[in-house]
């Protein structure tokens, strides 16, 4: 893979879809992990491998839910123009005007509920209780297991937390469990 061909690179990132709100509707794309902060950020649908694992996520949501693949980027059209779903009575016709892009929008919003990311409820490390261990995590990021204060401490200290796919699997089925780590333990 050419070192500056930045595309390429993209093509086994994690990412997902993001969706932004504009004057027009929904407009969808795909987030980057190397650009954004996936813990902190709002409005991120399902986490994937590559942009094309996201594609393939997207339309199979876009057909079980009549979607026009036009106004969700699976699909290049003319403004006012039908898509091909359309033609083939896959689409509700929100490409035409047929359809209210509202509607069209939440059904894409109900289609995606199912792939929402969940953002760090905490404002700084949290920590989950094993036993006698103590395993800490920051943004979705398993940061280590300590039994101290001073352990904690010693964790915490210069450690980055980045998002991680894996951790956040596991640790948003028990958020829950989760709590907030003393704000005096991660001061050093």
Known sequence: QPTHNRQLRRNNELCSIQIRDTSKGLEISTAYASDLDFAVTDNLYGLFQSQREAT???????EEHQLCKGLIGLEKIKSGSPCFGRQLKRCKGACTGEEPRLAHDMRLIQGLARLKVQTWPFDGPAYLQEGQEILLVNHWAYL???RNEHEIREKLEGVEARFDRDTYKILSR???QLQRLDASLTQT
């Not at 393939?56 to 876009?62: D, E, F, G, R």
């Open 144 to 146: 280590g297991s300590a």
């Open 56 to 62: 393939k996520a997207l339309t199979q949501i876009a």
């Open 174 to 176: 028990v958020v829950g």
